[in-house]
Antibody, heavy 119, light 108 residues
Framework: EVQLLESGGGLVQPGGSLRLSCVVS????????VDWVRQAPGKGLEWLSG????????YYADSVKGRFTISRDNSKNTLYLQMNSLRVEDTAVYYC????????????WGQGTLVTVSP | DIQMTQSPSTLSASVGDRVTISCRAS??????LAWYQQKPGKAPTLLIY???NLQSGVPSRFSGSGSGTEFTLTISSLQPDDFATYYC??????????FGQGTKLEIK
């Protein structure tokens, strides 16, 4: 069974930083691109960033480019999202996900971790 | 960036109804479109990939169609479990992805 388990969410003040982690099991982690998606309270899904299986091919949404950094450690089957200069509008549930792609129909999501940015 | 526009934002329907949700891309994405279902407090689940391919385990009452910039998700006969929010997502090559803003399917 494929599992994605996020951690690292919590309450942080505006301007602060937080690092999210996502441990993946049940698959050959290094073979898959992985993405971060968030959902603000009562709002829709927003794709944030993705990284290729080898750690190359990194992409960001404009809303987080320059503030967030995606990375992965294939030896630990772990995906990361370093979030700096956090804003109130970054408050959301953050999901890691292996999303369906051009070459693979696999699609798996974690349960999400809540990040709250508040004074 | 490719923008995805869904319509309607909210849809009221009854059990047994046939419903259609539309998704329009700001530029051609050939057939690289997925449809997801999300229920409150849960992660989304994949229904359709590559515009018209049913994900394993998804009931056959769900279907997708379209190519280029215009896509539709159809539920042939609504069941009580289908009342949820639906999102389209483009994945035109492996680069930036985009979700539509969502369509909330409500019980009439």
């Amino acid at each position: 069974e494929v599992q994605l388990l996020e951690s690292g969410g919590g309450l942080v003040q505006p301007g602060g930083s937080l690092r999210l982690s996502c441990v993946v099991s049940g698959i050959t982690f290094s073979s898959y691109a992985v993405d971060w998606v968030r959902q603000a309270p009562g709002k829709g899904l927003e794709w944030l960033s993705g990284i290729g299986g080898s750690g190359t091919g990194i992409y960001y949404a404009d809303s987080v480019k320059g503030r967030f950094t995606i990375s992965r450690d294939n030896s630990k089957n772990t995906l990361y999202l370093q979030m700096n200069s956090l804003r109130v509008e970054d408050t959301a549930v953050y999901y890691c996900a292996i999303l369906v792609g051009v070459t693979d129909t696999s699609d798996f999501w974690g349960q999400g971790t809540l990040v709250t940015v508040s004074p | 960036d490719i923008q995805m526009t869904q319509s309607p934002s909210t849809l009221s329907a009854s059990v047994g109804d046939r419903v259609t949700i539309s998704c329009r891309a700001s530029q051609s994405i050939t057939s690289w479109l997925a449809w997801y279902q999300q229920k409150p407090g849960k992660a989304p689940t994949l229904l359709i990939y590559k515009a018209s391919n049913l994900q394993s385990g998804v009931p056959s009452r769900f279907s997708g169609s379209g190519s280029g910039t215009e896509f539709t998700l159809t539920i042939s006969s609504l069941q009580p479990d289908d009342f949820a929010t639906y999102y389209c997502q483009q994945y035109n090559g492996y680069s930036r992805r985009t979700f539509g803003q969502g369509t909330k399917l409500e019980i009439k």
